[in-house]
């Protein structure tokens, strides 16, 4: 599996959007539910293209439509003390 990534941080929330490069069949679903965030490159499949701060809620819904499942969001937890 050939994964990208990149982190977004807004306020208490950061977390990343990973994208399964192999999983992607290039449908454009994401670029449609949130663009200037995705993009296709030259091989047509899904990248991360733009600044995505604030539009979270873009993110995820192409992320719940992508039909192949190939866009995580993920929540990023920072390294905490235990206790």
Request: glycine share 10%.
């Amino acid at each position: 599996m050939v994964e990208e990534s990149r982190s977004m941080s807004q306020g208490d929330d950061p977390g990343k959007i990973v994208i399964d490069r192999d999983a992607c069949m290039g449908s454009g679903n994401c670029v449609f539910w949130a663009p200037g965030v995705f993009d296709l490159d030259d091989d047509g499949v899904a990248v991360v293209s733009g600044d995505f701060a604030g539009r979270e809620e873009e993110v995820r819904k192409a992320a719940a439509n992508c039909p192949t499942s190939a866009i995580r969001v993920e929540k990023m937890l920072s390294a905490q003390p235990r206790h």
